[in-house]
């Protein structure tokens, strides 16, 4: 009988010692192929995230509020601005990816009826406009309150686009692609009625949908129509411009700044302040690191607790590997004996074993390899369900579209990476089995011979 006979008789025969090496190997595996996965991911996910745009701050003027002699809260009309030569100055403070101003207005069309709200009528029938350079970065599409579900997100090189809601799409029956006619207006009040302040239109522009979002939130109508969060338009900066709302250059909205490391948030923000030609006294700052520093806190312990978990675990799984073989090794004393009597060397015997646990050790990985995908699949939606942050970058931003994340992308290891650990592996399980053979190694054939008896 050959020695490989003899190991595949062995292997077939010795079915309780077989499974038991077999799990061994294989749930060993599995561990180990998985928890680098969470290792590989919270790696790669701490870098992405701090490579994008990982964090932000915005600049606003303060709002005026007083109360009327009916006891109502007014808000007065903000005539405090940002100018473009203010923009560029905190731009120039470095590390500073993007800057997204805002200009908000209300327009109409003759050809889109909006959708009703409190005491509607024709003359009222507006929609509230969110001019800005990327409609990516607005807070809603940020907070995913909106969700793009059709077209291109605007972005700083599009000219004469807007963003509008799917119910005002299905309303009005537009499509992406599809141009309508604004023309300026503004909401104002009177007699009890809202109305629009501008009866006699003069500014007029032609525009295209580019996209169609969706609200995940509800709305209450007890708002005038251009209040409705359905009837919001975001729209590129020009069209404010071209309808006489806002002047080119200049900011009455909000303007945001958003960095590539949220590590470096607190530090940006004290020089900004810094400079000179801001009002401060009619401005504030306030910052958002999208939660990176709960996030980074997360998978830093994330980290550290799987590279504690891998160090336990293979120096257990070595020491238990060691440890069985060497039980099968010394039960298998009579075998070793009988294999030396008729003329087969040492170092044949102690081949064939190796052999034999290879051959096990071969199959299990195999087989680790098929169920470690499920068991990264789990992994995912129970480690990183809370830590699914929106991955923004110049990609994303530049195509106009967002693309969903899929954290699984980050725990699937790489192939070269996986032959690499079963290598390891293999190494280790092979030098437990010399280790373990030593029992028989160091005894002379007489010796084996007698122990038998």
Known sequence: MTSIQRTFTYITRKK?????????IFIVAVFLISCFGVLNASQKLSKDIRTSIGAAFYIRANTEMSVNANGETEIKENKIHITKKEIDAIMNTNEIKYCNPINYGFAKSDTIQFVKGDKHNDDNNMGKVTALRFSALATDFL???????????INESDNAKILISEKLASTNNISVGDSITLTHASLGEADGEYIDEIPIKTAYIQVEVSGIYKLNIKDTPMKPTAGISEN?????????DKLGESEIGIYTGEIDFYIADPAQLNNITQNVQLLQSI??????????????????????????LVKILLILVSTVSAAVLTLLLTMQMRSRMQEAGILLSIGISKSQIITE??????SVSIIALIFSYIVSFGITNLLAHNLFSGLQPKILNDETLISGFISDFQIENYLKLSGLKILLIYFCQLIVIMSSALVSSIIIMRLRPKEILSKIS
């Open 16 to 24: 309780g010692k077989t499974i038991s090496l077999f799990l061994i």
């Open 143 to 153: 907070d995913e309150t909106a969700i793009l579900i059709q077209g291109k997100h």
């Open 232 to 240: 919001e338009i975001y729209a590129s900066l020009d069209i404010l």
């Open 279 to 304: 009002d401060w006294s009619t401005h504030f700052i306030r910052t958002n690191d999208f939660q990176y520093s709960k996030i980074a806190e997360q998978l830093f312990s994330l980290g550290n």
């Open 353 to 358: 074993f190796l052999l034999q646990i290879l």
